[in-house]
């Protein structure tokens, strides 16, 4: 099959397409046809080696986690799915970019999703589904999301919504049309965060996710009042010392099928920044690490 791989940690002159052996699933799993694999921080973090301390890789890695095709083979003890079916979701740190993908957690995929926005929601949904769920129930509660805008980012403004949260979501000034587009109320980030939420929220923030990074994590924790109101999905140096939730992204199906659920209702739609070609992926990296994309990268590896 043909699939993306880097044979060393560096820049993205180090992924290259070529064949390499199919893989097949494992008890629990199932391999699908891929039509699509997203692109994610993680896996520039991988290839370049900032992250080889916490997530060791066996070299030549293929990256990607998340992707969305179709069912063609099921490993022993699988049940509820069949050859054929659509699905999304999650396989190990890597190995989604290529033309055959094993998953471990996954959802059908809704009817309302293209095969792009089913890849680009796996890694996203879980995510900022975690990061909320350690914040508690959300109905009437104001929820400040910093880094509002990106993949994560804007999955956690439509959850919190459709768990009736009021959402305040700091992003650059270009994406504030966007944001109040999914029903959030924009404001800018960095200095004087705390004077702009306030005129927004004038009865004050109870819960707030940051999915940045940024250093703002003491503000957001000054802004609620109380660092067990705070999760992070990014910064865990910070979170350890405040007291904050750290929240990291797991394999769980259940999310997947909450988020797919919110999908078919219309109170999801995982938002797509750009598309790329297998053969670009050296592109869609580059655009990955310079950040502040609006929603997801995602790569066409099967075009039907």
């Known amino acids: 099959m043909r699939a993306v791989r880097f044979h060393e940690y560096g820049g993205v002159e180090t992924l290259v397409v070529e064949q390499v052996p199919q893989p097949h699933p494992g008890p629990g799993e199932i391999r699908i046809r891929v039509a699509a694999a997203g692109v994610n921080p993680v896996d520039w973090k991988l290839r370049t080696g900032a992250a080889r301390d916490w997530l060791p890789l066996d070299l030549p890695a293929i990256p ?3 992707a969305a095709g179709v069912v063609d ?11 054929g079916d659509r699905v999304f979701g999650l396989g190990g740190v890597t190995g989604a970019t290529a033309e055959f993908a094993v998953l471990s957690a996954w959802a059908p995929a809704p009817g ?3 095969d792009e926005q089913s890849a680009g929601a796996g890694l996203a949904a879980v995510t900022a589904m975690g990061g909320l769920k350690a914040l508690g129930p959300l109905q009437g509660r104001t929820l400040l999301i910093e880094g ?4 994560v980012g804007s999955a956690a403004v439509e959850f919190a919504l459709a768990h009736g949260a009021t959402v305040i979501g700091t992003a650059s000034e270009r994406t504030h049309a966007f944001l109040a587009s999914l029903g959030a109320l924009p404001t800018t980030y960095g200095a004087g965060l705390a004077g702009r939420v306030a005129a927004l929220a004038p009865g004050g923030v109870d819960v707030a996710l940051d999915t940045a990074a940024s250093g703002s994590l003491p503000d957001l924790v000054a802004i609620v009042g109380d660092a067990s109101r705070v999760s992070t999905i990014a910064d865990h140096a910070n979170a350890a010392r405040l007291g904050a939730h750290i929240v990291d992204a797991e394999n769980d199906p259940a999310l997947l099928t909450e988020a797919a659920e919110l999908g078919r209702r219309g109170r999801y739609t995982p938002r797509i920044e750009r598309v790329f070609a297998l053969d670009r992926i050296g592109e869609a990296h ?3 690490q310079r950040g502040r994309t609006r929603g997801k990268i995602v790569i066409v590896v099967h075009g039907d």
């Open 112 to 114: 309302t999703w293209s």
């Open 286 to 288: 580059a655009l990955s």
């Open 148 to 151: 509002a805008a990106g993949g």
């Open 64 to 66: 990607g986690r998340d």
């Open 73 to 83: 083979e099921i490993g022993d003890g699988v049940q509820g799915v069949e050859i």
